[in-house]
């Protein structure tokens, strides 16, 4: 990800909606980089693995780490706890959610659908379009995100390049 123009995550009404429906955030620090790991590997392990042929913590941590931005990641929190990690960049031309992580005992309690509903609403509030991309394994992602309004625009051979644009355009 390059660097923000914008936070879409600073926006009262992006914040005040996700408070709401209970889900906290909170800026990310190094000490979150082996919080943010476990996430990773708890989420993201089997698609990972179906798609590339194994699961390497040492390659995963090779490529997290310099990704783990502190500008663009939030730590997301549920019932007291650490749940999972956001990275969201507002570009020019567009919102990027390049990375939501949940535990396995946060997902399916609507913390992402709450998360991702908040940031179209702040992003499609300035005309901007949401964009993403989606491990061609992970099927239960693509689902969730094109019940959310996305859809596909691209693909690559690992991937399916997504956007949710809004109403307007």
């Not at 190094?30 to 943010?36: G, I, N």
């Not at 949940?102 to 309690?109: D, I, K």
């Not at 991702?116 to 992003?123: C, K, N």
């Given at each position: 990800m390059g660097a923000?123009?914008?936070g ?12 709401a ?23 993201m ?9 194994s ?9 997290f ?9 939030r ?6 706890e ?10 020019v ?13 946060h ?6 659908g709450?998360?991702?509903?908040a ?11 949401v ?13 969730f ?6 859809r ?9 390049h ?5 109403a307007?355009?």
């Amino acid at each position: 990800m390059g660097a923000p123009l914008a936070g879409a995550l600073a926006e009262p009404d992006w914040e005040a909606s996700v408070t709401a429906a209970g889900v906290e955030l909170r800026p990310a620090t190094r000490a979150d980089l082996e919080f943010a790991l476990d996430a990773l590997r708890a989420a993201m392990r089997e698609y990972v693995a179906a798609t590339w042929g194994s699961w390497d913590d040492a390659h995963q941590r090779a490529l997290f780490a310099p990704s783990f931005d502190l500008r663009t990641h939030r730590i997301l929190r549920r019932d007291g706890e650490d749940a999972g990690v956001l990275a969201v960049e507002t570009r020019v031309h567009c919102v990027t959610l390049g990375r939501i992580f949940l535990l396995p005992r946060h997902q399916r309690r609507g913390v992402g659908g709450t998360v991702v509903r908040a940031l179209l609403a702040a992003a499609h509030a300035r005309g901007l379009p949401v964009e993403l991309t989606v491990l061609r394994a992970n099927a239960a992602a693509r689902v969730f995100y094109e019940r959310l309004g996305f859809r596909v625009v691209g693909e690559t051979p690992t991937h399916f390049h997504m956007e949710a644009e809004p109403a307007s355009m």
